[in-house]
């Protein structure tokens, strides 16, 4: 599960490069830093179902529990990518 939350903020990273302009972190504590303020977005995650704190400036902080499944990941990582993708 490490891997997939790992990978798939690698990813998010790599095709919304108008919106994250870099990745922070390892495992389970991941960062992506975003182009403008983090507190934005993070408003926008939490209107959408998704709990992520900003971790300063403009980094959007993903902190997953540990007993997290691999598809509350996958639905963790597909509503930041909606997000991201309406703007």
Request: proline share 6%; charged share 15%.
């Amino acid at each position: 599960s490490t891997h997939c939350i790992s990978s798939a903020a690698s990813d998010v990273y790599k095709r919304q490069p108008q919106h994250v302009v870099g990745l922070k972190g390892l495992g389970y504590l991941v960062g992506l830093q975003m182009a403008g303020d983090a507190l934005g977005w993070v408003g926008k995650l939490r209107a959408a179902g998704m709990l992520a704190p900003p971790a300063g400036g403009n980094v959007v902080r993903l902190l997953p529990p540990l007993n997290a499944t691999a598809e509350e990941l996958t639905e963790s990582v597909e509503i930041f990518r909606r997000v991201l993708a309406a703007g």
